[in-house]
């Protein structure tokens, strides 16, 4: 990744989950990881049924030297990734991972922050047991699929259209 590549997405990742934290009508822990060693930062939270969630930003392409030109892309996951072992010990009042569900957005770095209502959205309907999720992204979805209610991966529109095949 480019330099500007590695501010922007630390940037991002700042915005967003400090955002995230203050939108949620739950407390929220925002980690200090370390990107270079693979342990990215995360948001996360225990929900109603005492179950540990989290939200992670990461890099799915960016510029390099090699390849200026490549995309930039990103993914905002919920409840999906590894290397949760360590959070959830230090959580004396967690059940575990909440893993009944988890979410995948790929997306391009300037549609994220438009995301973080509809996220906290998404969250809260989940964490309410709600089937239902009828709130409008802020951007259009990609998503092949025959009922939307059921998709657990999406892509904006515009990230689709810059993905490298």
């Known amino acids: ?6 501010r922007i997405v630390s940037q991002l990742r700042r915005e967003f989950y400090s955002l995230f934290a203050a939108a ?11 990107p270079s060693l693979g342990n990215l930062p995360i948001a996360c939270w ?11 930003i990461y890099v799915y392409t960016a510029p390099d030297e090699l ?21 959830i010990k230090w959580r004396k009042d967690c059940q575990g991972l909440n893993q009944s569900w988890h979410f995948e957005l790929t997306l391009l770095p300037e549609e994220i922050l438009d995301f973080l209502p509809w996220v906290v959205s998404l969250v809260e309907s989940h964490n309410h047991g709600s089937a239902s999720f009828i709130q409008e992204p802020p951007h259009p979805f ?24």
Request: charged share 25%; no cysteine; glycine share 6%.
């Open 1 to 6: 990744m480019t330099p500007e590549s590695i």
């Open 24 to 34: 949620m009508k739950v407390p929220v822990t925002i980690t200090n990881g370390n």
């Open 46 to 56: 225990i929900d109603n049924r005492q179950r540990l969630n989290y939200v992670r």
């Open 67 to 87: 390849i200026p030109e490549r995309p930039f892309i990103l993914r905002l996951s919920v409840n999906k990734g590894g290397g949760m072992d360590a959070a």
């Open 142 to 165: 990609d998503i092949k699929m025959s009922n939307k209610l059921l998709f657990q991966d999406a892509w904006t529109q515009k990230a689709r259209g810059l993905q490298v095949l």
